[in-house]
Antibody, heavy 115, light 115 residues
Framework: EVQLVESGGGLVQSGGSLRLSCAAS????????MNWVRQAPGKGLEWISYISSSSTSMYYPDSVKGRFTISRDNARNSVYLQMNSLRDEDSAVYYC????????WGQGTLVTISS | QAVLTQPSSLSASPGASASLTCTLR?????????IYWYQQKPGSPPQYLLNFQSDSDEQRGSGVPSRFSGSKDTSANAGILLISGLQSEDEADYYC?????????FGTGTKVTVL
């Protein structure tokens, strides 16, 4: 069974930084591309980063480019999201998501930015 | 104009069929994209339903009932999720998604109510 467990969310001031982690189990992590997707309260889904299985490619939308960095450690079956220069509009539940099909989702971790 | 537009809501009776549309922005041809669909119930992360490229290329997620199916309406430049034999448990938000220019884009979401 695919399991993705996010951690690292919390309350942070505007302009601050936060590092999210996602621990994967139940599948061969090293062969899957991974993503982060967020959802602001009462809003829709927004994809915010992609990393290929061997970390050779990373992609971001303009809304977070230059502020967020995705990385992974295949030895630890983990993917990370370093978030810098956080803004009010970054407040959301952040999901770790498996593959290009987005066929496995974690429960999410809540990030709240206070101004 | 959003890349992917979905009607905000849809209501139908139990046992009826519901057709959810995902309209691609002008200039983005639905025929060249694989359309992905997700279901999200309140308080839970999204779940992968299926993806559809053509009648001979549709992939349903593990455990997803066959009453969920995909199609395309090329004249409307739209992807379609068909839910047959609606059940009360199908009441949820539904999102479409495509990969466009190395970025994932989600639709605006449709809230399905089973009356």
């Amino acid at each position: 069974e695919v399991q993705l467990v996010e951690s690292g969310g919390g309350l942070v001031q505007s302009g601050g930084s936060l590092r999210l982690s996602c621990a994967a189990s139940g599948f061969t992590f090293s062969i899957y591309n991974m993503n982060w997707v967020r959802q602001a309260p009462g809003k829709g889904l927004e994809w915010i980063s992609y990393i290929s299985s061997s970390s050779t490619s990373m992609y971001y939308p303009d809304s977070v480019k230059g502020r967020f960095t995705i990385s992974r450690d295949n030895a630890r079956n983990s993917v990370y999201l370093q978030m810098n220069s956080l803004r009010d509009e970054d407040s959301a539940v952040y999901y770790c998501v498996r593959g290009g099909d987005f066929d496995g989702w974690g429960q999410g971790t809540l990030v709240t930015i206070s101004s | 104009q959003a890349v992917l537009t979905q009607p905000s809501s849809l209501s139908a009776s139990p046992g009826a069929s519901a057709s959810l549309t995902c309209t691609l922005r002008s200039g983005i041809n639905v025929g060249t994209y694989r359309i992905y669909w997700y279901q999200q119930k309140p308080g839970s992360p999204p779940q992968y339903l299926l993806n559809f490229q053509s009648d001979s290329d549709e992939q349903r997620g593990s455990g997803v009932p066959s009453r969920f199916s995909g199609s395309k309406d090329t004249s409307a430049n739209a992807g379609i999720l068909l839910i047959s034999g609606l059940q009360s448990e199908d009441e949820a938000d539904y999102y479409c998604m495509i990969w466009h220019s190395s970025a994932s884009v989600f639709g605006t979401g449709t809230k399905v109510t089973v009356l």
